[in-house]
């Protein structure tokens, strides 16, 4: 029974181990008042295991240990093509709103695409050995990256080269932007360090005693931390600490994966006083919990829907409805953009775009392919 769009609230998009990507609508049924978790579509690409997903407005990648990167129009529900730009897994993508996506890889590198082109504009090198998280500043100026070579290199979006590079002694798992800009935190195994901007140094840390395997932030100030255990934990922070403020139990095993939106309300329109945070555990759900800003501390968040994939979870990411994108990207649109060099990538091994990527990798006809409802 098809679903009816006025009723979506979110997309949900994950990746498994089973070599699959799964998306899912979050719809929200007037009579009843409550919410529930609907599959839409499934696609069975790659070649190995899911490793990465992100999502823009309108757009969906998901990187593989197959070391390909696919891609999905995610208004069309239909697949893109493959980029095969990089020799290594695919270890992280982030997307700038709609025109630029970064991508990382075990080969080293980093590669920042034209989304409407999809075109390699530049190949990042400086890491010995793989990059294992990327983010982009909100503005768009900025790129961070950690990897297996201990280091924490920055690297300047607008002119398409190294900033500069910290050596950090141990090999980070995730670096992540809060969404304000102003700090930036790097996550050792179980160890979370925040960085001053202004001083590009550590400000204050805290040790969250389990290896952390999902990070995201709630407000500017407070993350959600999920890893090893069952629970999730929120942590506040300020100028001189990091404070464990909320923990909960959230699943029957260890965190895979979270993401963190504004609430949406039934008119499509986000709420200014509650955020909505997804989970992906190894327990194979996904769980939608709702979070009151001003009560993070006294409240636990409210479990609102929840879904058994039946699928070994690796990833996950969100995708607000057309409705709620547009009027976040009207709150917080900045007036940076990326204005990369032009000159593209090594041609060592181009990358294959569109319908052409589909045909090759599939071995069937030039066209877009429907993913699988």
């Known amino acids: ?14 990746g498994c181990y089973e070599r699959t990507v799964l998306g899912y609508e979050v719809t929200y049924n007037e009579k009843s008042e409550k919410y529930s978790i609907q599959a839409k579509f499934t696609d069975n690409s790659h070649i190995g295991y899911v490793k990465t997903i992100a999502a823009s407005n309108n757009l969906l990648a998901s990187g593989s240990t197959d070391e390909t990167i696919h891609l999905y129009n995610l208004q069309s529900n239909t697949e893109l093509g493959t980029l095969l730009q990089h020799d290594g897994t695919i270890t992280c993508l982030c997307f700038h709103a709609d025109s630029h996506m970064i991508s990382s890889s075990e080969d080293g590198t980093l590669c920042v695409w034209d989304t409407n082109s999809w075109d390699c504009m530049k190949t990042l090198k400086g890491h010995k050995g793989g990059v294992n998280s990327i983010a982009i500043h909100p503005s768009g100026k900025l790129a961070l990256s950690v990897g297996v070579d201990k280091t924490l290199r920055t690297w300047n979006l607008l002119k398409g080269r190294a900033a500069y590079t910290t050596n950090i002694k141990q090999a980070a798992d995730h670096v992540l932007w809060s969404p304000d800009g102003e700090l930036y935190i790097v996550v050792i195994e179980g160890v979370i360090n ?180």
């Open 1 to 14: 029974m098809a679903i009816d769009q006025d009723k979506v609230c979110l997309n949900i998009i994950a």
């Open 194 to 373: 925040v960085y001053n901007i202004t001083t590009a140094s550590i400000a204050c840390t805290t040790n969250c005693k389990k290896r952390i395997n999902a990070v995201t932030f709630i407000t500017d100030r407070v993350v959600a931390v999920g890893g090893e255990g069952n629970n999730i934990s929120l942590y506040e922070i300020t100028k001189s600490e990091v404070t464990c403020i909320h923990d909960f139990e959230a699943h029957d095993n260890r965190i895979k994966g979270l993401k963190c939106v504004p609430a949406c309300t039934v008119s499509g329109k986000p709420s200014k006083s509650h955020r909505w945070l997804v989970s992906a555990s190894s327990d194979g759900y996904i769980k939608l919990w709702s979070l009151q800003i001003n009560k993070l501390q006294e409240e636990s968040p409210s479990l609102l829907a929840e879904i058994s994939t039946t699928a070994r979870l690796t990833c996950v990411t969100v995708r607000p409805t057309v409705k709620a994108a547009e009027a976040e990207k009207e709150k917080t649109q900045t007036k940076v953009t990326m204005a990369l060099d032009e000159r593209k990538a090594s041609p060592k091994q181009p990358a294959v775009k569109r319908t052409k990527a589909l045909s090759e990798h599939k071995g069937g006809k030039s066209k877009k392919k429907k993913m699988k409802p």
